[in-house]
């Protein structure tokens, strides 16, 4: 059930719902000139069969340690069709992917509740993990959609008597888990929407100055986003070179070492151009990730942030000299570090986030 929450005795709306900002957010677009915002999300997560705790000493808690039991991972299974070695999942079919039938329900469920899962497979990393593509829709409906998808993999786990977990890095040396948010803004133009991200003439990757503009916003505010995208401790353990991971502040056409990527399957199709945004993970708050983005994004248009030269490359492979010489910064590497960021660049959210929110978030990032 979702629901609009108010103060009560007739004082209006509650400010700190994260639900309302996103819809404030909406129509802040609006009045933007921008007729609609399409929104897409890329969940991933993992299935265990089990969590195993392990401890030294009942009464040490801190000697415990959990282990992952999975009958796909390699120090658990003994069956070698089934096995997937680390960072070797990506689209693997049965019988090495044992959970499609698994995800198969949870996108019947997820019809059911008018979400469009567009597409479903199996992720890199070792241990059941998953990813389901929802299909792009308005802010708040995207978001609804999200946290409908979260709740559904979860029951379904449940009633299977698997482990769903939306831990960011549950494995040191496989890939953590991302929500990659895909991102278009809209006009109207001669009584029909156009996505004004699009720019046929652009030989890069067909990339509008609005886009451009639009790409600088998030990379100028991207260490003060990770409050928001990465808000816990386990997050900043994702956010570490060689696991696709973006650690750095830059972008570029197909390029997965980056936080802003083009997608650029197909050209001239300019209902399918946007830009997709990678730091964020599972732990955020989907509603506030998207509203921040679009806000970081919408100040970049307004100041005409340009932003970097696009970066083809892998960033994780190149030197400091390299990394200087292309203006490439790094995000940040612990939530301490974020919330520095945060408290120091937050005036982009102001048009729709309220002071009240900001103080009230800020002082529960722990």
């Not at 997820?110 to 990813?131: D, M, N, R, Y």
């Not at 990678?278 to 307004?302: F, Q, W």
């Amino acid at each position: 059930m979702f629901a609009n929450v108010y103060k009560g005795f007739g004082e209006g709306r509650f400010s700190r719902d994260s639900r309302y900002i996103a819809q404030k957010a909406e129509q802040y677009a609006k009045k933007n000139g921008f007729s609609k915002t399409y929104w897409a999300a890329e969940l991933e997560f993992f299935v265990f069969d089990k969590i195993q705790s392990n401890s030294q000493s009942a009464k040490n808690s801190k000697s415990k340690s959990s282990q992952i039991i999975s009958k796909e991972a390699p120090w658990v299974s003994q069956n070698t069709e089934n096995v997937i070695n680390l960072k070797r999942g990506y689209y693997r079919d049965s019988p090495s992917d044992t959970l499609t039938n698994f995800r198969d329900e949870a996108c019947d469920i997820l019809k059911e509740f008018g979400t469009k899962p567009i597409a479903h497979h199996h992720e890199v990393a070792t241990a059941g993990q998953c990813e389901i593509v929802l299909s792009y829709q308005g802010l708040l409906k995207m978001a609804d959609s999200f946290v409908t998808g979260v709740k559904t993999i979860r029951e379904v786990a449940s009633r299977r008597g698997v482990v769903a977990s939306f831990n960011p890095k549950p494995m040191p040396n496989d890939n953590g888990s991302a929500v990659h948010i895909n991102q278009s803004l809209w006009k109207i133009k001669n009584k029909k929407d156009y996505n004004v991200f699009y720019d046929p003439s652009d030989k890069y990757a067909e990339l509008s100055q609005i886009a451009h503009y639009y790409i600088g916003g998030l990379l100028d505010h991207a260490k003060a986003l990770c409050a928001i995208t990465n808000p816990t401790t386990q997050s900043y353990k994702r956010l570490v070179p060689g696991f696709e991971a973006p650690t750095n502040i830059a972008w570029g056409k197909m390029n997965r070492s980056v936080s802003v990527r083009i997608p650029a399957h197909h050209k001239k199709r300019p209902e399918n151009k946007r830009i997709e945004y990678r730091p964020p993970d599972p732990t955020s708050n989907i509603y506030l990730v998207e509203t921040a983005l679009l806000l970081a994004g919408l100040d970049g248009i307004k100041k005409k942030i340009q932003p970097t030269d696009p970066v083809d490359v892998d960033t994780y492979k190149l030197s400091e000299r390299e990394m200087k010489r292309l203006s490439i910064k790094k995000l940040p590497t612990s939530l301490k570090e974020a919330k520095s960021a945060f408290n120091s660049d937050n005036e982009f959210l102001k048009p729709v986030i309220g002071d009240d929110f900001l103080e009230m978030y800020i002082a529960n990032l722990i």
